[in-house]
Every structure is written in C-alpha cells, then in structure tokens.
C-alpha cells in the first residue's frame, strides 16, 4: 500500500500537473468536511452542493491558485476560503433572483395601480425611458447591472467581462448625460 500524500503534495501534483489521481484524493479527503461545514453557513444543501461542485471545479480548471508560500500548509483553510467567497455569490444572485420575483409578483397581482406605479410608468414611458434608449450599449449594461440588478462594481465588472475601474467609467458618463438628457 503506498503512503498517503500530504495536502500540499496533493495541491502541487494538481495545480503543477494535472494528476487526476491527486484531484480525486483531494476530493474525497476534503468534500465531505467542506459539505458539513458549508452546510453550517447554509440550510439549502443544493446550493452548498453546487458550491462545493465548483470550489474542486475551481481548484481543477486552475482558476483557484494554490501558492503554499502565501496559503501555509493549510489546505482546509484555502478551500474555505474559496467555497465561502463562492458561497457569498450565489446567496447574492439568489436575493437578487428573488427581489426581482417579487417586483414581478407584485406587478401581476396587483388590483389598482398605485400613485407610485403610475409615477414609475410616467418615468417608464416618458423623458427617462427615451434618454435610457439614446445611451449606448455597454453604457446601458452598466447602468442595468449596478443600479438595476443592485451590483457592487466588481460584481458588475466580473459580469461584464470589464475592469472595474471601466464600470465606474461608464457609470459617470451615464449618469452625466442621462442628466443633460433631462435637463
């Protein structure tokens, strides 16, 4: 029987090589504690099944990088930390998710229109909604993933595949000319 490889063994034979063997071993060593400790952090266990899915996806495809020197020896530790930032996201996306099912619920179960609605669809369909329509494009993204979908500016610049110091370009120049549009 050979001997049992230590974590960091398993982590440099994964990230410098490849060895699926390693990966299958750090999998089996590791998922089940990540799995129960994740669980302590979240009481829908498929969605901290995803996250644990796509730490190891992670840690395989190399977009986690384990670099012993500034993680310790701590394996455990490195794949929490991962896990957790994952785990952050996703209940994220999910309260956005849900914010926006209750806009829409709202919108199909309502009775009478309220001054607030009718003030929203003036907005909708008058001065506001032309200079939305007139910015351009990515300044439009910007402006759909900061304001309306509640994004952080690094959660924007991740979702649309630009630097953050871009989101917060483009978020200025929107915010200045939808201004000039109505004034």
Request: glycine letters at 8%; proline letters at 2%.
């Amino acid at each position: 029987m050979s001997e049992m490889r230590s974590d960091g063994e398993l982590l440099r034979a994964v990230t410098a090589d490849g060895d699926r063997g390693a990966f299958e071993e750090l999998y089996r060593r590791y998922a089940p504690w990540l799995t129960a400790r994740m669980r302590t952090r979240c009481a829908d266990a498929a969605l901290v099944d995803d996250v644990v899915q796509e730490t190891f996806l992670a840690v395989w495809r190399g977009t986690a990088r384990w670099r012993e020197d500034a993680a310790g020896a701590d394996a455990a530790g490195w794949l929490w930390r991962i896990a957790s930032r994952r785990l952050v996201d996703a209940l994220r996306g999910a309260g956005a998710r849900g914010r926006l099912r209750q806009a829409l619920a709202r919108l199909r179960h309502r009775d009478e229109v309220s001054a607030e609605e009718r003030v929203l669809a003036g907005v909708e369909h008058g001065d506001l909604a032309g200079a939305l329509v007139r910015l351009a494009p990515e300044l439009r993204a910007v402006l759909q993933a900061t304001v309306v979908d509640g994004l952080t500016t690094r959660e924007a610049a991740v979702l649309l595949g630009i630097p953050p110091g871009t989101v917060k370009t483009r978020a200025m120049r929107a915010r200045r000319q939808l201004r000039e549009a109505l004034a």
